[in-house]
């Protein structure tokens, strides 16, 4: 039975995570997946203040108008979006990485601080000792009245 509930539960709020930017039913909008404690140990344990290497599958191809280099044409988006250059010399075939940062990548993607990580890990924490208390006093109390 705690098996199939914890399935369902990562189930649950890993397509709520992954489809923020989706359009969600009411139940979905209200659900506060900022307390869910599979958010937070995702939060708490992600990579973060690293750089990205994009592979070349990932990279945006683009042409920068005649007469500019790709640097010149992308510096204001990039200085706004984020993400990098990997030619920004070249005056065509711009290789555009979208993504800088890990941390870029988990704020824009998931909504994921690096910097609350250690507020996560004690919510997390607080979470188990609450769970671990609960079922102590559960116990006990069931133990207690069953011998009256």
């Not at 500019?68 to 992308?74: E, F, I, P």
């Not at 890990?102 to 994921?112: A, K, M, P, R, Y």
Request: hydrophobic share 40%; charged share 15%.
């Amino acid at each position: 039975m705690s098996l199939t509930f914890w399935v369902i539960q990562v189930l649950f709020i890993s397509v709520h995570i992954l489809n923020r930017r989706t359009t969600r039913t009411r139940f979905h909008r209200l659900f506060p997946p900022c307390l869910h404690q599979l958010t937070l140990l995702l939060s708490s344990s992600a990579i973060g203040r690293q750089y990205v290497t994009c592979s070349p599958v990932e990279l945006v191809s683009l042409n920068p108008p005649s007469g500019q280099t790709c640097g010149q044409y992308m510096n204001n988006f990039i200085a706004f979006a984020g993400g990098y250059l990997t030619n920004p010399d070249a005056t065509s075939g711009c290789r555009f990485c979208p993504v800088r940062t890990t941390d870029q990548l988990l704020e824009s993607g998931f909504n994921i601080f690096y910097d609350n990580r250690w507020k996560d890990v004690g919510i997390v924490l607080a979470f188990v000792v609450f769970n671990v208390s609960l079922i102590y006093m559960v116990c006990k109390w069931l133990r207690t009245n069953g011998e009256r």
